[in-house]
Every structure is written in C-alpha cells, then in structure tokens.
C-alpha cells in the first residue's frame, strides 16, 4: 500500500499479558523500523529489519520483546509478559534502501495500555 | 552518540504570527535531517527534509536550511494558523549508520485565534 499500516489502533493488556502488534510497511520498502514512544514524547528505537532479516537490534529489550517480518505477511512486535512501563505508543516505519539515508514513513501507530 | 537538541515548549503563538522552532544536532558525518509533526491522537508526518548542507526543505507554508556551520535546521513558518498545532519533531539519520532516525524531545506548538 502507498502508506504503513499498523493493527490496532488501540490494545489494551492486563500486566503479564502477551501483546502482539503488526505492521504492513508501504509497498516496495525493504527496511521496517519498530519505535516506542512514551511519556514526554521521547522516542526509543527497538529494532529494525531488511526484507526478513533483522538488521538492527540494539534496542530491543530481548528478555520480553520479540519481532519478526516474514514473507507476505505483515511484520509483528510481540511482548510477553507485559509490564506497566511497556504502556506507550508503538510505531512503525519503513524506507525504501539502506545507506543513502532514505525517509522513513510512520504508520499511525499502537498506544498500548498495560493495566 | 548522535542527538537532536530542541527548544522546550510549548510554544503558545497566535494566529499569523511568525514561527521559529530552533533544533541543533551532534552527529559523525553529515547526516540527513528532517523535521516531522504529530497531530493531536495521530501518528508522526513528514514535514519536511534536507539530505546535504545548504539544502532548505519547505512543505505547507514551513520551511527549514541546513546549516552544517552551525549544526541547525531551524523550524520556521511565516503566518502560523490554528490548524498547525501539533508537536514538532526535529530528527536526523546518520549516513553510513543503521539509519534509524535520532528525534529530538518534540516542542508542542499552540495556535490561539
């Protein structure tokens, strides 16, 4: 599609609860991007992949947090076992190519809510 | 490690009124800059982007220069409207690195008629 779709909009979860999120990168956009974003507006990059490979995952909180993007289907972020500091607003990105510094497309976002 | 500095808001201004947002950078290389706006309850946009010194990206009314001198893109708009109330986000993406995108903290901007 022409834009980056993410499902759903809104996810409620009671602590210890699985999240799963996903993310449809516009069409023709090898690179996908995974953001949290919390209180006071500050963004943490979580990871990043190139087609299904994962290209970046310095941001990842590995023990809870998982992401995959398989072929014809759209890329997922799960979280085991939420916690309440988990609550924020999840965004995706994709672009185009990797190193001459393409833009990078959000998609509306997930706001999480961990109760 | 790269960082994106903006001015704290919000920034309350009223209609017609001129706009400046001031944003610097620290980054290895020359990285490319940009400038994206969240609307209230929605998701990040695009404003607008320059890829290389001197470059001035302009979209709706906003325009903003690279200045590798200085190390700022400073946000402007001659005539603000109501409608342009959002949080702006100064952000960059090193060359050569992994190409996620380092934003700066936002600054709300409130238009009051």
């Known amino acids: 599609g022409e834009e980056v779709a993410q499902t759903p909009k809104h996810l409620v979860r009671g602590e210890g609860q699985k999240a799963k999120l996903y993310c449809a990168p516009i069409?023709?956009?090898?690179?996908v991007f995974w953001y949290q974003q919390v209180l006071k507006n500050e963004f943490k990059f979580l990871i990043s992949?190139?087609?299904?490979?994962?290209?970046?995952e310095t941001g990842m909180p590995k023990e809870r947090f998982s992401a995959k993007c398989l072929p014809n289907s759209p890329c997922s972020l799960e979280i085991q076992a939420t916690k309440l500091e988990d609550s924020a607003v999840y965004f995706c990105?994709?672009?185009?190519?990797?190193?001459?510094?393409?833009?990078?497309?959000f998609g509306p976002g997930t706001r999480l809510l961990v109760l | 490690g790269d960082s994106v500095t903006q001015m704290e808001g919000p920034v309350t201004l009223s209609e017609e009124a001129f706009l400046t947002i001031n944003c610097t950078y620290t980054?290895?290389?020359?990285?490319?800059l940009f400038w994206y706006v969240q609307y209230p309850g929605e998701g990040l946009q695009l404003l607008l982007k320059?890829?290389?010194?001197?470059d001035k990206g302009s979209n709706k009314g906003f325009e903003a220069t690279y200045r590798k001198e200085t190390t700022s893109f400073h946000l402007e708009k001659g005539s603000v409207q109501v409608s342009d109330s959002a949080v702006y986000f100064c952000?960059?993406?090193?060359?050569?690195?992994?190409?996620?995108?380092?934003f700066g903290t936002g600054t709300k901007l409130q238009v009051i008629p």
């Open positions: 990105a994709s672009s185009q190519s990797e190193g001459s510094q393409e833009t990078q497309y």
């Open positions: 952000a960059l993406i090193r060359i050569g690195g992994y190409q996620k995108v380092t």
């Open positions: 980054a290895t290389g020359y990285p490319s």
């Open positions: 992949f190139q087609n299904e490979n994962v290209f970046d």
């Open positions: 069409k023709g956009h090898s690179y």
């Open positions: 320059a890829t290389k010194a001197d």
